[in-house]
């Protein structure tokens, strides 16, 4: 007897800039290598179909800024809700339909801003969730890119953070959040704050993060 396939959406668009289908295509193979068969959308409005969404067990979204209607938001997160998991990097869903508060209440975050360019950092992964299974074995690690401050619900369940040091805006260092999960209803949410551009994803535990974020969200 066969394992049932699960079943994967990708859906990718709005702003450029992060590049949504050539980093999401980053994850394409592994998510089919992990028995998932994989409909990509370049569309929201796949949102809007509750018979399609109610059997799918993992939304992956890469959709940075934009706008979504009340249907679209709704629908999603009716899906999540009742089972379906949702999950994602960086701009691609904490920098998403920033005027839909419902939206921000399903991720458990917000893109608020980050300094210029890219920087260096140290993503630290916290002490007493070791044993989650998205960072189980792993060390804290360093990354060259975007680094996110970001307003998070206290619900969250923080896995890593990064600290921003005391500057002009803030007296002390922030110590601040970059991958979470959550719960919302019946449905799992992965997000990790970490990766504007493919190569970040060259770093072992960023890609390591982001594939077992996914799983873990998954129904």
């Known amino acids: 007897m ?8 990708v859906v990718r668009g709005g702003w450029e800039g992060h590049s949504p289908v050539e980093i999401t295509g980053l994850f394409l193979p592994f998510l089919k290598d992990q028995g998932y068969t994989v409909e990509v959308s370049d569309s929201l409005e796949v949102y809007t179909d509750a018979e399609l969404l109610a059997g799918t067990d993992l939304v992956v979204q890469c959709w940075t800024m934009g706008e979504i209607t009340r249907e679209q938001s709704q629908g999603l997160a009716a899906a999540v809700r009742g089972g379906t998991g949702f999950a994602g990097w960086h701009g691609g869903i904490i920098d998403s339909f920033r005027a839909d508060v419902d939206y921000t209440r399903l991720t458990g975050g917000q893109f608020l801003m980050h300094p210029a360019g890219f920087v260096d950092y140290t993503v630290n992964l916290v002490p007493g969730r070791s044993d989650h299974p998205v960072t189980a074995g792993l060390a804290d690690f360093a990354v060259h890119t975007e680094h996110y401050w970001v307003a998070t619900d206290a619900a969250n369940d923080v896995l890593a953070t990064s600290v921003f040091p005391a500057g002009d805006d803030h007296a002390q260092d922030v ?24 190569d970040d994803f060259d770093v072992p535990e960023v890609r390591a ?11």
């Not at 991958?179 to 997000?191: H, I, L, N, Y």
């Not at 993060?209 to 129904?219: D, N, P, Q, V």
């Open 209 to 219: 993060i982001t594939e077992r974020g996914l799983l873990w969200a998954s129904r």
């Open 175 to 198: 110590v601040m959040p970059q991958v979470w999960t959550r719960t919302f209803g019946a449905g799992r949410v992965f997000v990790s704050a970490i990766g504007h551009k493919a």
């Open 2 to 9: 066969t394992e049932p396939i699960r079943k994967a959406l």
